[in-house]
C-alpha cells in the first residue's frame, strides 16, 4: 500500500520561499506521476503541480507557473514542491498525490497524503 506523508508547510511572510516535501512508501516514485494539489478554506481542492514517473514532463497551473517548481529525488523516493515568492492567496492545505497518469492522478488516485499547511501572511 502506497502511503504519502508531507511536511514543511508552515507560516511564512509574503515574498518568502518555502519547500514542500512527500515521502513516498510502499511504492517508488519513478513508477507514479506525483502531484500537489492545494484546498483553501471554503474552496475546492485544486492541482497546483505534477511530475511524470521519468522526471521529464511537469505541468503547473498558471497561477504557480514561474515561482513553483516540482522535483523529486528517487534515491529518497520523495517529491518536492519549491514555493518562491509566496503569496497570500497560496494559502491552503496542500496535498500530495500519486497517479497512474496525469490524467487519472485526481479523479482515481493511488494515494493522497495527509496534508500540510502553508499560510503566507500579507
Known amino acids: 500500500q502506497v502511503q504519502l506523508v508531507e511536511s514543511g508547510g508552515r507560516l511564512v511572510q509574503a515574498g518568502g520561499s518555502l519547500r514542500l516535501s512527500c515521502a513516498v512508501s510502499g511504492g517508488t516514485v519513478s513508477s507514479y506521476a506525483m502531484g500537489w494539489f492545494r484546498q483553501a478554506p471554503g474552496k475546492e481542492r485544486e492541482f497546483v503541480a505534477a511530475i511524470s514517473g521519468g522526471g521529464g514532463i511537469t505541468y503547473y497551473t498558471n497561477s504557480v507557473k514561474g515561482r513553483f517548481t516540482i522535483s523529486k529525488d528517487n534515491a529518497k523516493n520523495t517529491v518536492f514542491l519549491q514555493m518562491n515568492s509566496l503569496k497570500p492567496e497560496d494559502t491552503a492545505v496542500y496535498y500530495c498525490?500519486?497517479?497512474?497518469?496525469?490524467?487519472?492522478?485526481?479523479?482515481?488516485?493511488?494515494?493522497w497524503g495527509q496534508g500540510t499547511q502553508v499560510t503566507v501572511s500579507s
Open positions: 498525490n500519486a497517479g497512474h497518469s496525469f490524467a487519472t492522478m485526481a479523479s482515481s488516485p493511488i494515494a
